[in-house]
């Protein structure tokens, strides 16, 4: 065979392969020197792909279809800077144990560091970020085909394993770069005969089950029989078997259920929003835990970190399916690495269940001081009365994507309680950054196969603003919902906001871009309701209708601020007369 032919058949190889262990979504930006990876994943008819004209887009996009579908996105790109687009992308798949695929093509040895266009050092450009990070050879006779297909299995097995995350390959062609019908009876694909009839991939793996050892049960169950004042935790979870499972622990315990807006437990009926109650210093000194049993990863906010600092429990067990390290206060007393739910499950019936009369009315009491603040329908749609309304509204056959920054804080204390079945809610929390935030939620909801509604600050909203180019298809709607203050509204609500004449110049960074213009550039709809009662109405009709479009909230950030303080001045009282588990 000649060198188009060999390159034709690698590539093909190696997309074959990655379709057959479940890596079969390619996302795809444009370039000379990725000419084979790419026509080999169009020639295959089993391959889905997207092109993008932005890496930095492709790889948050990527990331989205991970969260949700479990399964890595292939991203395929040229040389040079293309690569290193990816790198926010990977750093967040990486710190959120997702997991990805690189398929970076490359010059050839002869043409690195001696001058030649668009050539950068590729090899292992993501450094410790990636789970395997591995350079395969110039396509060649020399290589064995087997080990291009063993290869290709390991990278998937890396990125699905424990802790999952991306993978990296670089793979260096020579020109020419055209493809040409290989050969496959030649004596080199020979081997691949029995691989090529079967359908299956060339090696089978299975992933360690995460069952929790029997002595870490009897353990939990003691301690939890004991305590005397436990709280149960939910931060960050990975599926929602894991947050069903905790939910119905904490209930059938009567424990009370810190629950984040990331473990998939906060939007539920029966959820009662502790976190607000952790903003009361004077509940805080009441409840003091004395066994603090966290399952999955971080919170949103700082609040309940900051009381247990302050009152220290005697016990802090962390329990996830992940190896690494987790306590930022360096408090843990107990980590066990296993699966929540199968934990959750070998605790039930572990103590009594508690008494917790009260609650049910404290927390009503909650959402009545809320509405009446922020959410009457007359009133100025604003940055508490959407979220609010949205989580309410937003059914189960409909996901919910989150962007960082205030939008996530707001949702997180202010959702409204829902009785639909479990809503799908994603948020990029691993290192919590507001880049890429439309781009994943694009991929969130086409991994789905569902739409998605995206909450997202006006700044988050800029720097993604290309990423609305994706949103054209009937297959991917999304409505975006920008909350625009016209800046970084976070930053009023941080001790430099008192402590600077200069907020506005430094920090906030006043925008006066036109959101509807940006909408209509890229032909979607756009509507500004005014009143909540027109952004109810407004987004009730939008998730009919299912379709893309872009909704803007005009705030402003002082005004914002003012509304927060207001409506933590009326739930104080209420918090102020509850013992720590809401009881008046």
């Known amino acids: 065979m000649n060198h188009k032919q060999i390159t034709t058949l690698w590539c093909a190889v190696i997309v074959e392969e ?99 266009n668009q050539t950068i050092r590729q090899q292992d450009i993501f450094g410790g970020y990636t789970r395997w990070s591995f350079e395969l050879p110039e396509p060649g006779m020399a290589t064995p085909l087997a080990s291009l297909l063993s290869t290709v299995d390991q990278a998937v097995r890396k990125s699905l394993g424990s802790p999952a995350g991306p993978v990296h390959l670089n793979l260096p062609f020579r020109e020419p770069l055209e493809p040409e019908a290989p050969d496959f009876a030649h004596p080199w694909a020979a081997p691949l005969e029995a691989w090529r009839a079967s359908g299956e991939p060339w090696n089978r793996f299975s992933l360690p089950l995460h069952e929790p050892a029997a002595e870490s049960i009897v353990t939990l169950r003691e301690l939890l029989a004991q305590a005397e004042r436990p709280l149960l935790v939910a931060g960050n979870l990975g599926s929602l078997a894991d947050a069903e499972a905790v939910a119905t622990l904490a209930e059938s315990l009567g424990v009370p259920l810190l629950a984040d807006l990331t473990s998939g437990v906060r939007l539920s009926a029966n959820c009662a929003p502790w976190q607000l109650a952790f903003q009361n210093e004077a509940f805080t000194d009441k409840f003091r835990p004395d066994a603090v049993l966290h399952f999955g990863g971080p919170l949103i906010g700082k609040q309940p970190a900051l009381a247990i600092r302050k009152h220290p429990p005697l016990h802090y067990v962390v329990v996830r399916e992940h190896p690494g390290r987790f306590g930022p206060d360096h408090n843990v007393t107990l980590s066990i690495e296993a699966a929540p739910a199968s934990v959750a499950s070998a605790l039930a019936g572990c103590r009594k269940p508690a008494e917790t009369n009260g609650c049910a009315d404290l927390f009503s009491d909650v959402a009545s001081a809320i509405d009446a603040v922020a959410c009457s329908p007359d009133e100025p749609v604003n940055e508490i009365s959407a979220p609010r309304i949205v989580s309410a509204l937003t059914g189960g056959e409909h996901a919910l994507f989150v962007s960082n920054s205030m939008p996530a804080r707001d949702m997180d204390l202010y959702a409204a309680p829902v009785a639909h079945k479990p809503l799908p809610v994603a948020l990029n929390r ?126 402003d950030r002082q005004q914002n601020f003012l509304l927060h303080r207001a409506i933590k001045a009326k739930l104080d009282p209420i918090f102020e007369i509850a013992d720590g588990f809401g009881n008046a």
């Open 18 to 116: 990655l379709i057959r262990q479940g890596a079969g979504f390619f996302c795809i930006s444009p370039g000379s020197r990725s000419t084979p990876l790419t026509l080999a994943v169009a020639s295959n008819q089993k391959a889905r792909f997207r092109m993008f004209p932005d890496e930095r887009s492709a790889a948050f996009y990527a990331l989205g279809y991970a969260k949700a579908t479990g399964l890595p996105a292939v991203l395929v790109c040229t040389s040079g800077t293309a690569v290193a687009n990816y790198f926010p992308a990977v750093v967040e798949a990486s710190a959120d144990s997702q997991p990805m695929l690189v398929l970076s093509a490359d010059r050839p040895f002869e043409l690195l560091e001696c001058g030649a």
């Open 430 to 555: 691993g290192v919590s950054g507001i880049d890429g935030i439309i781009s994943t939620a694009a991929g969130f909801s086409a991994g789905l196969g569902k739409p998605a509604t995206l909450l997202i600050g006006d700044i988050s909203f800029l720097h993604d603003l290309n990423a609305l180019s994706l949103l054209g298809q009937p297959w991917n709607p999304l409505i975006v919902i920008v909350l625009n203050n016209h800046g970084g509204g976070i930053f009023s609500f941080l001790p430099i906001a008192s402590q600077t004449d200069r907020l506005d110049e430094c920090f906030a960074t006043p925008q006066n871009f036109s959101v509807e213009s940006a909408a209509r550039t890229f032909g979607l709809g756009y509507a500004c309701p005014a009143t909540n009662r027109d952004f109810t109405k407004l987004y009730a009709e939008a998730l009919e209708r299912k379709e893309s479009l872009v909704i803007e909230v005009k705030s």
